[in-house]
Structures are given as C-alpha cells and as structure tokens.
Nanobody
Framework: QVQLVESGGGLVQPGGSLRLSCAASGSLFNFRTMAWYRQAPGKQRELVARISSGGVSINYEDSVKGRFTISRDNAKNTVYLQMNSLKPEDTAVYYC????????WGQGTQVTVSS
C-alpha cells in the first residue's frame, strides 16, 4: 500500500501563495489517479483537484478553478498543489490520496489564510 506524506502548508495572508507537496511511497503509485482533498472544521472532506496517472486529465472544484494547479512528477512519486490568490475560505487541512481514496490517509498539512 502507498504511504502519503503532505507538506508545504502554513499561514499566509489573503492573496498569498503556497505550494503543497505529497510524497508517496510504495507500489503502483504511477497507475493511480491522485487528488488533493481538504477539510475545514465542521465541514466534510471535499475533493478540490484531481489528476490522472499520466497527468493528462485534470479537474478542479469550481471554487479553486483559476487559482490552484495540480501536477505530478511520477519519477519522484510526488503530487503538487500550487495555490495562488488564496482566500480565507481556503483555510483547511489539505490531504492527498487516490481517487477513490483507498490509500491510508496521511497527516495532512494545515493551510491558514488570514490577515
């Protein structure tokens, strides 16, 4: 089973940027569609961006379109999320996983957007 470690979160002001990384280990990573999910306090975890195994098919949740960019480097077993023009509504713990999310969840990385 693939293991996932998210990093890159932090505290930023509105309009700022962050680049999240998800490092994966294990087998079959390169064959999986991967996604970034987020969960804010009191809310259900939601999928915000996904990318196919070859990186050709990419989809975003409407609220992040034009601001977030998902990418992957299969040679490095890593998925990235470039987050620009951040808003307070983006505050959440961000996780990566496959689609469907059948890999054991990592620790996530906290993103806080506040003045």
């Amino acid at each position: 089973q693939v293991q996932l470690v998210e990093s890159g979160g932090g505290l930023v002001q509105p309009g700022g940027s962050l680049r999240l990384s998800c490092a994966a280990s294990g087998s079959l990573f390169n064959f999986r569609t991967m996604a970034w999910y987020r969960q804010a306090p009191g809310k259900q975890r939601e999928l915000v961006a996904r990318i196919s195994s070859g990186g050709v098919s990419i989809n975003y949740e409407d609220s992040v379109k034009g601001r977030f960019t998902i990418s992957r480097d299969n040679a490095k077993n890593t998925v990235y999320l470039q987050m620009n023009s951040l808003k307070p509504e983006d505050t959440a713990v961000y996780y990566c996983n496959a689609v469907p999310a059948l890999i054991t969840w990592g620790q996530g990385t906290q993103v806080t957007v506040s003045s």
